[in-house]
């Protein structure tokens, strides 16, 4: 594959945006990548259309072509897309009165058991939680000893098993026990099926209202291929799903599964399973699987060396000026435009000693917005106000808020900002020449 598009990568030029052929030629490799890795078809569709979308007149960084710069936004795109948006969102929840009932859910084999167990160690251990184990599974022989069995190997407790109890009795009981003996978590672990069938999703169903569990965790194979799509959206459709425990992604599966399920059931991935035994759970992170799927984690990291390269160029830059005393309205539009895209201080405020605290005081206080405003307001200078804004009186601020679509107050904030700046910034630069001077950045 890497050959196919190192190929690609040599046919196309190198240019300062990119068109939409690039894309569409960058991503007629990338989807055949995904499906590689299992993605489903209608997933591969709507992430590579979604994709094209933002790609086309992105900026190519230096030294970097079209291909690698595409190849890194969808890498972009599918870390985004497969995180869960806030952190917490992964760790599963227990924030409900005890005793909390988690239930699994999944096809047969998937690992719903096992994971059970792993998931009543790591709180037992983390979280110090009392945690109880129940198996709903009455259909195959021995599957409730095996999460007997495996409660013991842990040091875990699992309800006791009453022969010929029906799946939501056994629920029920488990839940009883819980509250009479202070648990304060329920795992139930429930029947699968080789293959999605009514009789199994109603049973499934049946625990799910009979329990409402806090956590409904949809347990699957890292393998399972192009039908995870119908597997994910039963579930979803019978029982309301919470979270995704992807199992066996310790083999060579490329994990496209991940992102099928991610996508049918817009649920997070809370937590992997890496092997057979009962530590093996790993939390998700959501650049390890989108490297895993894409496949291309050569190129991706090429590109984010450029990037950084680049912007620590940038910022040296900036230094050197800033160090001589010059910080003129240009230089605070790129600043500007480093901070809205990192969504924080870095650069230049980063290398500049004693700035710190400061950073941390605007850290958190961004509001693109404003940010975007302070832009367009410079952006409606012309070059020669930029350089020296001292020669921005009344006339020309009412001309610069016309034209950025301000009122004329804004202007003058913006502009006493800019002192503010460029006044600290000469301070700072007293005070850290030795120190700039020792990075190389004195000028
Ligand atoms: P269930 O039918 O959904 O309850 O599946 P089980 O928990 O019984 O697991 C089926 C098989 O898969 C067992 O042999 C497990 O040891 C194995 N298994 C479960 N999770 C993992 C995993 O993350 N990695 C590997 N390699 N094997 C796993
Ligand atoms: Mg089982």
């Known amino acids: 594959l890497s050959e ?16 939409e052929a690039d894309v569409d030629e960058a991503l007629r490799e990338v989807r055949i990548a995904l499906l590689e890795a299992d993605v489903a078809l209608p997933v591969v569709k709507d992430f590579i259309a979604q994709v094209r979308e933002g790609a086309v007149g992105e900026a190519v960084v230096k030294s970097i072509t079209p291909g690698q710069m595409v190849i890194k936004l969808v890498h972009d795109a599918l870390v985004k897309m497969l995180s869960a ?13 005890a005793p909390v009932p988690i239930m699994m859910v999944g096809l047969q084999g998937s690992g719903k058991t096992t994971s059970t167990a792993k998931i009543a160690k790591r709180l037992a251990e983390r979280q110090g939680k009392k945690v109880l184990m129940a198996s709903l599974d009455t259909r195959r022989p021995a599957a409730q000893q095996q999460l007997a069995i495996l409660a013991e ?33 329920v795992m139930l672990d429930t029947a699968g099926r080789l293959a999605i069938d009514e009789e199994l999703m109603d049973e499934v169903a049946q625990v799910h209202a009979a329990t409402n569990p806090h956590e409904t965790l949809l347990v699957a194979d890292a393998m399972t291929g192009q039908d995870a799509v119908t597997v994910a959206k039963a579930f979803k459709d019978r029982v309301s799903v919470t ?37 093996a759970l790993e939390d998700f992170h959501a650049d390890r699987i989108a490297g895993r799927i894409l496949g291309m984690g050569d190129i991706v990291s090429l590109v984010e060396k450029a990037i950084e390269t680049t912007e620590q160029e940038e910022a040296e830059r900036l230094a050197r000026k800033m160090q001589k005393g010059e910080f003129d309205l240009d230089d605070m539009a790129s600043q500007l435009r480093q901070l809205l895209k990192m969504g924080g201080l870095g650069g230049i405020m ?10 941390k005081q605007l850290e958190g206080k961004v509001d693109d917005k404003i940010v975007k405003r302070s832009i367009a307001i410079i952006e409606s200078m012309t070059p020669k106000e930029r350089k020296h804004p001292d020669i921005i009186k009344a006339s020309r601020k009412n001309r610069i808020a016309k034209g950025a679509g301000v009122q004329v107050q804004e202007v003058n904030k913006l502009l ?12 700072v630069s007293k005070l850290g020449k030795k120190g700039l001077m020792r990075s190389g950045l004195a000028g």
């Open 4 to 19: 196919r598009l190192s190929g690609v990568f040599d046919r196309l030029t190198k240019r300062g945006a990119l068109s």
């Open 85 to 97: 948006g806030e952190e917490t969102a992964t760790a599963i929840s227990l924030n409900a009165p």
């Open 153 to 185: 190997q842990i040091g875990g407790r699992s309800l006791p098993i009453v022969p010929g109890e029906p799946p939501v009795a056994i629920a029920k009981r488990a839940l009883q026990a819980a509250r009479l003996e202070g648990f304060d978590v």
């Open 243 to 279: 979270g995704i425990v992807l199992t066996r992604v310790d083999g060579d599966a490329r994990g496209g599964a991940a992102l099928s399920m991610r996508a049918v059931t817009g649920c997070p991935i809370k937590l992997l399973g890496v092997g057979e035994k009962i530590d």
């Open 350 to 359: 980063g290398m500049l000693p004693g700035l710190g605290k400061m950073q």
């Open 416 to 427: 006493k900002q800019h002192m503010d700046m460029s006044r600290m910034m000469k301070q």
